[in-house]
């Protein structure tokens, strides 16, 4: 909506922007638990996401890897055979 809005000043929204509203009163443990369970859940898959992106790729390396050999062998083994 942002890049809409700066590349069309005239679709901008007429009422102002309002606040967030705050809590008034201080969270309860139940929240605060709630709050920091989510937060470890985000952090924790970011870091799965991470860790997991380069073992894929050297699954896929190894797997093309294999695949390469494989294709090589079967080819001497033809060339072997025809002779």
């Not at 638990?33 to 894929?56: K, N």
């Not at 190894?62 to 025809?82: G, K, M, P």
Request: charge should be positive.
């Amino acid at each position: 909506m942002n890049t809409v809005v700066e590349r069309h000043p005239s679709l901008a929204s007429v009422a102002p922007a309002q606040a967030v509203p705050t809590l008034s009163r201080p969270l309860t443990l139940t929240e605060r638990l709630a709050l920091r369970l989510a937060l470890r859940l985000i952090v924790w898959s970011a870091r799965h996401r991470a860790t997991t992106a380069p073992a894929v790729a050297r699954a896929r390396e190894h797997l093309a890897a294999r695949e390469a050999r494989e294709r090589a062998w079967e080819r001497s083994f033809l060339l072997a055979v025809r002779r």
